[in-house]
């Protein structure tokens, strides 16, 4: 194996990481080796490098190519940005093997592993090396990892380091077609988030070369032309960005517009999807896109989320909607926040099954363009439901999904978050519903009326009567069938805004301090936080809370809250036996607080009854109707008229 020839000059060779490895095996970069960022916490190598065995020295770094063993120490690339996840692609591409080529130079060996779906450890082969630069390439089957598994390789340094200057995985053959990069990116009052993603984009010299067109949705009157670093951001993209500002139409109306243009004004063959608030690890642009070249079907290729708050920590692997009650979790074998600091991507069977999903969030989200032309754009949902929905509708039509190991953002993970409550939920519940509509395979929808009244009744008792209120209304703009979407779509986040505040526990306090001390004492208080935990007790504390709503609540807990109550503890069993408590803001900067008030308890309980009942009568028609507007929903020549203010009347 040798280099080949590039214009490229020496200084981006270095950043762009076995650029120049080709040869007549390596013929088709799928995935750069790279190492962790100068100044990035030790919990966050995690991900580039394994330098977890005792006694081993980190790894020293000059470019993010080139990692220095120290002598007498071994250390892994096994970790999710540097294994290779061969399974994904025997299962979804046309590719029977991989070639792993690296540059390399002082005393001691390189190892080459791979692993099974039960997560067992596998030596393949491996090659000495002495003090002289020279190139190594393994050309390496896929056919063993159907059901799941990784490569990876091990360097073990003699009596001197050990560098490997660069390393890569790639394809021994070209795609069979000729294809062509866009990426859509919607924000909103981001203009500093957007202008570093732009900048990722620009200053990666292999992305950068990939990227045909980058195509910026601004819906924010914080403009992202105005955010520090646009200029030179702007300037290294040139012709290749395209910046479109129209009103906030939310995440749907923000990435159907990229969508839009990349139909209208490119040719590119795949469009990726980012959100604005994600930090970008460029590489994992690139490695969607390879993916994506060689899948056996056009299909869309979703990016996993790390969490931007503790970023070792790979928050979701993929997800899947449950159909009995249509609603979203985590993909049958998965786990939720699992931290490669704490266990290694070796230690961690789980990670190497191979699992399947239904959608992908638009956090980063690569779509074919033949996807876009048969499938349409988003439905007109502004957030919410509008990536699954996407996802199940491609599915339905012939397109999967795979979310791809080593593909990935850092992004704000849900658990820092409660967009259950507050004006949200008017989004989750109306979405929700329309989703159902157009995908479950139930004619009535299965248990997914019995799930939305048990919400209503939940937030009842924990006296959130804002959030139930938000939830009738959701119910309403359903019911109000298809053609109310668009029309709708302006006015439907100032609205939820408006009517958030109706109720008191949808007003935030700056601190529970600003309000009188608890009034019950911490003993008592200690013992109401204790959870029902059997059949019987849990039906016990239900059947209080409804008693306890016959009841008057004490007058004077209207101003002093009898429990000052934290997010994480704010559980039905607590607040149903209350009758007025300050409760901490998911996000840790307030609190609500939440009073009792009998009389609306019971008229928004009956209320949430009857519209029950209604929504079982009417379901299958609305199913029907929702289903026969599908077309025209997602239509582009629909959208168009969303972007030029039609729906407006402009």
């Known amino acids: 194996m040798t280099t080949t020839d590039s214009p490229m000059s020496p200084e981006r060779v270095a950043d762009a990481s076995a650029a120049e490895l080709a040869t007549a095996k390596?013929?088709?970069?799928?995935?750069?080796?790279?190492?962790?960022?100068?100044?990035?916490p030790l919990k966050v190598r995690s991900l580039y490098v394994d330098e977890s065995a005792a006694g081993t020295r980190r790894v020293k770094a000059r470019t993010r190519s080139?990692?220095?063993?120290?002598?007498?120490?071994?250390?892994?690339?096994?970790?999710?940005?540097?294994?290779?996840?061969?399974?994904?692609?025997?299962?979804?591409?046309v590719l029977r093997s991989v070639v792993l080529g690296m540059r390399v130079s002082g005393p001691g060996r390189v190892d080459v592993y791979r692993s099974k779906a039960d997560g067992s450890i596998i030596h393949v082969t491996g090659a000495t090396t002495s003090g002289d630069e020279r190139v190594l390439e393994f050309e390496l089957d896929l056919t063993p990892f159907e059901d799941g598994g990784w490569y990876w390789f091990d360097v073990t340094a003699d009596d001197a380091p050990l560098v490997v200057h660069e390393a890569a995985w790639w394809a021994a053959q070209a795609p069979e077609h000729d294809t062509r990069l866009s990426i859509g990116i919607c924000t909103f009052n981001r203009p500093g988030d957007c202008v570093a993603a732009l900048s990722a984009l620009a200053d990666d010299p292999v992305v950068e070369q990939l990227i045909s067109k980058v195509i910026v949705a601004d819906q924010?009157?914080?403009?992202?032309?105005?955010?520090?670093?646009?200029?030179?951001?702007?300037?290294?993209?040139?012709?290749?960005?395209?910046?479109?500002?129209q009103p906030n139409l939310g995440g749907s109306g923000g990435f159907s517009r990229t969508m839009y243009e990349m139909l209208k004004n490119t040719d590119a063959t795949h469009h990726i999807l980012l959100d604005d608030d994600v930090q970008l690890e460029p590489d994992s642009i690139a490695r969607a896109y390879a993916f994506a070249r060689f899948t056996k079907v056009p299909m869309l290729v979703g990016g996993q989320m790390l969490?931007?708050?503790?970023?070792?920590?790979?928050?979701?692997?993929?997800?899947?909607?449950?159909?009995?009650?249509?609603?979203w979790r985590a993909a049958p074998n998965t786990?939720?926040?699992?931290?490669?600091?704490?266990?290694?991507?070796?230690?961690?069977?789980?990670?190497?099954?191979?699992?399947?999903?239904?959608?992908?969030?638009?956090?980063m989200c690569l779509i074919p363009r033949q996807a876009v032309e048969q499938l349409g754009l988003a439905l007109p949902l502004f957030i919410k439901w509008d990536d699954a929905e996407y996802g199940i509708r491609a599915g339905e039509q012939g397109f999967p999904t795979a979310t791809l190991p080593g593909v990935a953002v850092w992004h704000l993970s849900w658990s820092d978050k409660d967009d259950t409550?507050?004006?949200?939920?008017?989004?989750?519940?109306?979405?929700r519903l329309v989703a159902a509509a157009l995908h479950t395979p139930h004619k009535r929808g299965g248990r997914l009326l019995l799930d939305t009244f048990k919400f209503d009744l939940k937030f009842l008792i924990m006296l959130q009567y804002a959030t139930a209120a938000l939830h009738h209304r959701a119910y309403d703009d359903f019911l109000a069938g298809p053609e109310k979407l668009f029309p709708i779509l302006p006015t439907a986040l100032p609205t939820a805004l408006e009517h958030q505040g109706d109720y008191p526990d949808g007003q935030v306090i700056g601190s529970s301090s600003d309000l009188p001390l608890p009034s019950m004492g911490a003993i008592k208080a200690e013992r109401f936080m204790k959870p029902p935990t059997t059949p019987l007790t849990i039906g016990r504390t239900l059947a209080a809370a409804l008693v306890h709503n016959l009841r008057r609540p004490k007058p004077e807990a209207a101003e002093r809250p009898e429990m000052n109550i934290s997010a994480q503890d704010a559980r039905w069993f607590l607040l149903s036996r209350l009758d007025s408590a300050t409760v901490g803001t998911a996000d840790g900067r307030g609190v609500t607080f939440r009073r009792r008030?009998?009389?609306?308890?019971?008229?928004?309980?009956?209320?949430?009854?009857?519209?029950?009942v209604r929504l079982l009568r009417e379901f299958p028609k609305l199913k029907k109707q929702y289903r026969e507007h599908l077309q025209q929903l997602t239509a582009p020549e629909s959208w168009e008229k969303a972007f030029s203010g039609e729906l407006r009347g402009e």
């Open 307 to 327: 969490a931007l708050q503790d970023r070792s920590v790979l928050h979701t692997m993929g997800e899947v909607v449950a159909r009995d009650k249509f609603f």
């Open 66 to 93: 080139e990692a220095s063993v120290a002598a007498g120490n071994e250390v892994s690339f096994a970790t999710y940005f540097n294994a290779f996840p061969a399974s994904y692609w025997r299962r979804w591409t």
């Open 421 to 431: 409550a507050g004006w949200q939920a008017y989004f989750h519940t109306r979405n």
């Open 220 to 245: 924010g009157n914080k403009k992202v032309r105005d955010g520090a670093g646009f200029g030179a951001a702007s300037g290294a993209l040139g012709d290749k960005l395209l910046l479109v500002e």
């Open 597 to 612: 008030e009998q009389d609306t308890f019971w008229k928004m309980l009956n209320h949430s009854l009857r519209m029950h």
């Open 335 to 363: 786990e939720y926040a699992h931290d490669f600091a704490e266990d290694s991507l070796r230690e961690s069977p789980d990670l190497h099954r191979r699992i399947d999903v239904d959608y992908t969030g638009w956090w």
């Open 26 to 40: 390596a013929v088709t970069l799928l995935q750069r080796v790279i190492l962790p960022r100068s100044g990035d």
